[in-house]
C-alpha cells in the first residue's frame, strides 16, 4: 500500500518561517510534488523534486530526501494570503504511466 | 484554453440520478487524470488517460463510475445511478512530461458534485 503522512494543522506567524514535514512509504517513486490549496479552489502546484536535494523558488523551497522517505516545504516571510493547504504527493506509478498519491494536507494558518 | 477547464461548476443530483463531469486539459498534453476529493481530505486517484488510452482505472470506486477520453482531448466521467457517497469535489489534471524528464501536474477548479 502506500503510506504518505504530514501533519494536520500548523499555525504561524506573518513575517516568520514555517516548514512542514511529509513523510512517505510507497511502492514506486518518480518524484515529488507540493501543492497549495486555498479552500474551495484548485491545488496550485508549488514545487517537483526527484533528485536528492533542495529546492528554491522565491519564497517557497522544497527538499527531498529518497533514502529517508522524506521531504518538506519551507516557506519564508510569510504572509496572510499564505494560509492554505498543502499537499504533499508522489507519483507513485511504474512503466511510464503517472499517478500520484496524496497526503491529508496539512492546514496552515497564519496569524498577524 | 490557458488551464484546465471543467464543467460544471457545481452540480445538485438527485439520488439515482446520473451525471456526467467534463475536462477540457491543457491544449497538447497527453496526460490526463481525475482525482476525487472529498471535504478536508487530500484528492484520491480515479483514473489516468495516455492520449485516447486508458491506463489506470484501478481507483474508480465501483462499475457506476466510468471515464472516457475518445479522441484524446476532451474527457468526461460519468457517475451512473448516484449516491450520498459521490458526494464529493471531482478534480481533473493534466500534464505534459519535459524533456529532461521533469513534471508539473496541472488541476482544474473541479466539479463539486452534491447527492440529495
Known amino acids: 500500500g502506500q503510506n504518505i503522512d504530514q501533519p494536520t494543522e500548523m499555525t504561524a506567524t506573518e513575517g516568520a518561517i514555517v516548514q512542514i514535514n511529509c513523510t512517505y512509504q510507497?511502492?514506486?517513486?518518480?518524484?515529488l510534488f507540493w501543492y497549495q490549496q486555498h479552500a474551495g479552489e484548485a491545488p496550485t502546484f508549488l514545487s517537483y523534486n526527484v533528485l536528492d536535494g533542495l529546492e528554491e523558488k522565491g519564497r517557497f523551497s522544497s527538499f527531498l530526501s529518497r533514502s529517508k522517505g522524506y521531504s518538506y516545504l519551507l516557506l519564508k516571510e510569510l504572509q496572510m494570503k499564505d494560509s492554505a493547504s498543502y499537499l504533499c504527493?508522489?507519483?507513485?506509478?511504474?512503466?511510464?504511466?503517472?499517478?500520484?498519491?496524496f497526503g491529508t494536507g496539512t492546514r496552515l494558518t497564519i496569524i498577524p | 484554453g490557458a488551464g484546465v477547464s471543467q464543467s460544471p461548476r457545481y452540480k445538485v443530483a438527485k439520488r439515482g440520478q446520473d451525471v456526467a463531469l467534463r475536462c477540457d486539459p491543457i491544449s497538447g498534453h497527453v496526460s490526463l487524470f481525475w482525482y476525487q476529493q472529498a471535504l478536508g481530505q487530500g484528492p484520491e486517484f480515479l483514473t489516468y488517460?495516455?492520449?485516447?488510452?486508458?491506463?489506470?482505472k484501478s481507483g474508480l470506486p465501483s462499475d457506476r463510475f466510468f471515464a472516457e477520453r475518445p479522441e484524446g482531448s476532451v474527457s468526461t466521467l460519468k457517475i451512473q445511478r448516484t449516491q450520498q457517497e459521490d458526494s464529493a469535489v471531482y478534480l481533473c489534471a493534466s500534464s505534459a512530461r519535459t524533456p529532461e524528464g521533469g513534471n508539473t501536474i496541472y488541476f482544474g477548479e473541479g466539479s463539486w458534485l452534491t447527492v440529495v
Open positions: 488517460f495516455q492520449n485516447e488510452a486508458q491506463l489506470d
Open positions: 510507497t511502492s514506486g517513486f518518480n518524484g
Open positions: 504527493a508522489v507519483d507513485v506509478a511504474n512503466f511510464g504511466n503517472e499517478k500520484l498519491t
